[in-house]
């Protein structure tokens, strides 16, 4: 049973417009929460995290938002760029243990 | 440069012949950990070490071995591959592994593509 689901295997946007990367979790004792980007023939590299006690979090073009009661979680980037093309993971963990990953979304970034 | 290294990229074998996919990261962390990468599964914690000589089990600990005996690094040992042992593998690192209520960022290898024959 996977406690971290990426319902959306794969999403396409256009350059300079918003990408939406969506994250539900199962397990309500999660408090830490991340994202991670990973390229081709490369390991995934962190890009932002959230802990439970904020809503939304911000870095430069990336925003990660929390919602708790739905037990959900988005990434949002904006603008998007080609560069940004990745499959991006979700990742929980609860009260500092391990990370749970979920399965990643692929997104395309067309310019 | 600090990185996680990892040895090799690429490995096809055979059914029941011993290998060993070494890791060796310079941050001098003390926490590294052993994924498994799977189509629809994500990635999946395969064994991890908070220190030298201390390490347990993750969630897909089966028909794996592991040992901590340097802080740097931490090799992942197949005694008898199967196909279903077929993936692609990551080790990780991170200062600590936890910080509280927080966990501390993971940095990864660039991944061994593993068949198994």
């Known amino acids: 049973d996977q406690q971290v689901k990426q319902n959306s295997p794969s999403l396409s946007v256009q350059e300079g417009r918003i990408s939406i990367l969506n994250c539900d979790y199962t397990n309500s004792m999660f408090d830490y929460f991340l994202w991670y980007k990973k390229y081709p023939a490369e390991g995934p590299t962190f890009l932002i995290s959230i802990s439970s006690i904020k809503d939304k979090n911000e870095d430069g073009r990336f925003t990660v938002f929390l919602n708790k009661s739905a037990k959900h979680l988005s990434l949002h980037i904006v603008p998007s760029q080609p560069g940004d093309s990745a499959v991006y993971f979700c990742?929980?963990?609860?009260?500092?243990?391990?990370?749970?990953f979920g399965a990643g979304t692929i997104l395309r970034v067309k310019s | 440069e600090a990185q996680v290294t990892q040895n090799p990229r690429y490995l096809i074998t055979v059914t029941g012949k011993k290998l060993t996919v070494t890791c060796s990261q310079n941050m001098n962390h003390e926490y590294m950990s052993w994924y498994r990468q799977d189509p629809g599964l994500g990635l999946r914690q395969i064994y991890y070490s908070m220190n030298v000589e201390v390490t347990d089990k993750g969630d897909v600990p089966e028909g794996y071995k592991v040992s901590r005996k340097e802080k740097r690094n931490f090799p992942l040992i197949l005694e008898s591959p199967s196909p279903n042992q077929t993936s692609l593998y990551f080790c990780?690192?991170?200062?600590?592994?936890?910080?509280?209520?927080?966990?501390?960022?993971?940095?990864f290898g660039p991944g061994t593509r593993l068949t198994v024959l």
């Open positions: 990780a690192s991170s200062l600590t592994g936890t910080s509280g209520s927080t966990i501390d960022e993971q940095f």
């Open positions: 990742a929980a963990s609860a009260y500092g243990n391990k990370l749970v």
